[in-house]
């Protein structure tokens, strides 16, 4: 399958039972055990991301991208902090919630929602964010999301991915970090040395990093930073 094939898959997939499923994580439904764990991992990483978020100095606009938004709750998080957010997801019931999410939450002024792969995306912004998106890209892609991403960040980008180790490897192999009946979307790990090289060959230095491990949920957050 190549990149084309594989992001038509993930749109239809987070368009039809994966927006079900992931809206129910991310949300407040009572969960089963695995999903629990994710839910927990997922408000952990972005806890912390919210913490790494800084606000530029005053007289430089606070502008924002949350890339692959999913239901919002980064980009909500970003605009109660003061950001002007520019929130897009390949799939439109993703990005029709986060768009229903801040005029609910009274921050319908600062956000802006649209459906697109974020490789289509153009502009300038203060601070990227792309959480838990990555992690569904092998290799390849991965490196030229993460470039792509990185051209249209400022100052501040932040990110997840899913790092490669032996035990995850064999997890993996022995059948997914999902049980079959849940599994849709196929985890892809990535080496942190292809991470470092392409900040790096980007104009980025890594700065904050942070594991977080709960359950099912196993990524990694990067706060990275142009180089002045
Ligand atoms: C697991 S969800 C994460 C949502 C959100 N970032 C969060 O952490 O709450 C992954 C999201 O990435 C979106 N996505 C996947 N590939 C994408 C791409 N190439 N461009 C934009 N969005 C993408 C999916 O539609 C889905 O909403």
New binding site residues.
């Given amino acids: 399958m190549d990149t084309a094939q594989h992001?038509a898959r993930?749109?239809q997939?987070?368009?039809g039972i994966?927006?079900e499923r992931?809206s129910a994580?991310?949300g407040q439904a009572q969960l089963s055990g695995v999903r629990r764990s994710i839910r927990e991992g997922?408000t952990t990483?972005?806890g912390v991301a919210e913490q790494w978020a800084e606000l530029p100095p005053a007289g430089t606009p606070a502008t924002a991208l949350?890339?692959?938004?999913?239901?919002?709750?980064?980009t909500l998080a970003l605009a109660r902090r003061g950001f002007h957010v520019s929130a897009?997801?390949?799939?439109p019931q993703?990005a029709e919630a986060t768009a229903r999410a801040a005029l609910d939450a009274g921050l319908g002024d600062r956000v802006t929602s649209r459906v697109?792969?974020?490789?289509?995306l153009a502009g300038r912004y203060h601070l990227v964010?792309?959480?838990?998106?990555?992690?569904?890209?092998s290799s390849e892609p991965f490196v030229q999301?993460l470039r792509h991403l990185a051209s249209l960040c400022e100052n501040t980008l932040l990110f997840?991915y899913a790092p490669y180790s032996p035990l995850l490897a064999a997890l993996h192999r022995v059948g997914g970090f999902f049980p079959h009946s849940q599994r849709r979307?196929e985890i892809q790990m990535i080496r942190d040395r292809t991470v470092r090289a392409t900040l790096a060959d980007c104009g980025f230095t890594m700065g904050r990093t942070q594991r977080v491990s709960r359950g099912f949920y196993h990524v990694t957050l990067v706060q990275a930073r142009r180089h002045a």
């Fill in positions: 992001k993930l749109r997939y987070f368009n994966g927006f992931w994580i991310y997922h990483m972005l949350d890339a692959g938004c999913g239901t919002g709750l980064f897009s997801d390949l799939a993703m697109s792969d974020l490789e289509e964010a792309c959480f838990d998106v990555l992690i569904h890209y999301m997840t979307t």
